[in-house]
């Protein structure tokens, strides 16, 4: 069987698990894995499990304008555009398909604006990492304890300051050690 023929039958399910295998293989993390799988699938869903060659460019704008009808953000179909796309790279690069996702314009959005925090904050946030909220004890003086997981707490918070990193990248830090 020729590859043009071999690739007519190749169904979107099908195409998902040797994409995910392909792209597993590749070393992608596993969330970028689970985040292509979650979109990839609802498209499935959406679009009904038919041939690859089968797809038009306009059932990928009626996917993507589907999640922001359904109330999603125009972010999540965004993503959803991402994975569909990086899948038709594979199709494209694997056998040969059109890559009809470049027919389709990316769904627009703004990155949220994100505030820098003051040297006063930073502060603050180092002290509540290094010390307990002041006690307000009946007959004796306020006080606050020293936290025993101030030293640790103080480090990731530094981390994050210093790196950008997100506080799920670094979460995933013991995993990774």
């Not at 590859?3 to 169904?11: D, G, K, V």
């Not at 995910?20 to 969330?31: I, W």
């Amino acid at each position: 069987m020729s590859r043009e023929l071999q690739s007519t039958y190749l169904s979107l399910s099908s195409a998902l698990t040797g994409f995910l295998l392909a792209r597993d293989a590749a070393g992608y993390s596993p969330r970028t894995l689970e985040t292509y799988e979650l979109y990839i699938k609802q498209f499935i869903e959406f679009a009904k499990d038919r041939p690859v060659n089968e797809v038009k460019p306009q059932d990928i704008r009626a996917f993507l304008a589907h999640i922001v009808e359904s109330g999603r953000t125009v972010r999540t179909a965004w993503t959803a555009y991402v994975a569909l796309s990086s899948l038709w790279s594979w199709l494209n690069e694997e056998f040969g398909f059109p890559h009809i996702v470049r027919h389709v314009q990316a769904p627009k959005y703004q990155d949220p604006v994100i505030e820098i925090l003051s040297e006063d904050d930073v502060r603050k946030l180092l002290k509540a990492a290094e010390y307990t909220s002041e006690a307000d004890t009946v007959g004796r003086r306020r006080f606050v304890m020293k936290r025993p997981a101030a030293r640790r707490d103080i480090a990731i918070i530094l981390v994050l300051l210093d790196t950008g990193l997100r506080a799920g990248e670094v979460g995933r830090f013991s995993r990774i050690l």
